[in-house]
């Protein structure tokens, strides 16, 4: 009995006073929650095509302002093209016009 009684009283002096202490495992916590929401984002949205070195993606992007990118990985290597009106006038030939009716659908008129 003798033997455990001086047991417990040397762990006790080896209790950790830092109040700082707790803040480092709220730190890995957080890069736990960060990489997690990383993983769920790039499923949600389909975007494991992108690590892949076989697979072929064109992305077509548009800003606020109404400007468009046009992003295309082909094996590992990625191009980011910024379409503006001017770059695209005088390039390729009018094929035909859609028009967007009141229920929300698109038709595509050919020009002949």
Do not use: C, W
């Amino acid at each position: 009995m003798k033997y455990l009684t001086k047991r417990k009283k040397f762990l006790l002096h080896l209790e950790d006073d830092d109040p700082l202490s707790g803040v480092a495992n709220l730190f890995d916590l957080g890069l736990v929650f960060i990489v997690g929401l990383l993983l769920t984002l790039f499923t949600a949205y389909h975007l494991s095509d992108l690590f892949s070195e076989k697979s072929e993606v064109t992305i077509l992007k548009k800003n606020k302002t109404g400007q468009l990118e046009i992003i295309s990985k082909k094996g590992r290597r990625i191009k980011a093209i910024r379409i503006t009106k001017e770059k695209a006038k005088g390039f390729g030939e009018r094929l035909g016009t859609a028009y967007r009716l009141q229920d929300g659908t698109v038709v595509y008129v050919p020009e002949e």
